[in-house]
């Protein structure tokens, strides 16, 4: 197979994998730039190469699963999913960030240290009940896809594990930043099978990267 697909991440990361694409000369078709196009799937200047443009976290299902060969994908996403099927080949060094236990600004730093249970408000449940397991606290997780920052507010628990980037929106949530779990960048990632039969397009595509 020649033709190949890259999967890459909706929302701010976007805005940091343009100019990288600017740099490799990767020019998708125009809708792809506009976030009102319902369109899914975009052409390139390179006949062979097409983008799907998913959530975060579906990049890495699709690059499992080889409907998408090639894919960007944060530390976050790949730690939480944990596939055997995907290879990370680059640092990307974009999207740069951390996933960090966050809580009330009332509550005590760390109050959780001396519990053998917590309740969590988070997207990362795999990573987190993994985190504190390790420190033999069992973690109930609160899973919501976003706005995490609102559970503590509105009560339903007193602890977070969220992205924290610039630390604003912790900040105007009252909430404090206590342990970081993972610093994370973005990676390249390749389905195992697709490298190992690795046709030319894709170390092309690779070595672009690289670069
Ligand atoms: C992410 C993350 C935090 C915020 C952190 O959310 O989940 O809420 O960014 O960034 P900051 O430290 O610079 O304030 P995003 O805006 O991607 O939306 P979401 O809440 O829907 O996940």
């Known amino acids: 197979m020649k033709k190949i697909i890259l999967a890459v991440p909706k929302g701010r990361i976007l805005d940091e994998v343009i100019p990288l694409f600017e740099k490799i000369n990767i020019v998708p078709e125009n809708e792809f730039f506009r976030d009102d196009s319902r369109k899914l799937m975009f052409k390139t200047n390179n006949k062979d190469l097409s983008l799907i443009r998913v959530r975060s976290f579906d990049v890495a299902t699709f690059v499992a699963l080889g409907a998408a060969q090639i894919g960007i994908a944060g530390d976050d996403v790949l730690n939480e999913f944990n596939y055997n099927e995907i290879l990370k080949v680059l640092d990307l060094g974009i999207g740069k960030c951390r ?54 507010k509105l009560g339903i628990c007193s602890t977070i594990v969220d992205l924290v980037s610039s630390g604003k929106t912790l900040e105007e949530n009252n909430l404090i930043e206590s342990e970081v779990l993972l610093k994370i960048t973005s990676k390249l990632i390749v389905n195992k099978i697709s490298f190992k039969v690795m046709n030319n397009n894709i170390s092309k595509l690779i070595e672009k990267f690289k670069k």
């Open 99 to 152: 996933l960090s236990v966050a809580n009330k600004k009332e509550k005590m730093k760390k109050e959780y240290q001396n519990k053998g249970h917590i309740r969590v408000a988070t997207k990362y449940k795999n990573t987190v009940v993994n985190f504190f397991a390790k420190k033999g606290i069992r973690a109930e997780c609160i899973k919501l896809n976003g706005a995490i920052e609102l559970a503590p």
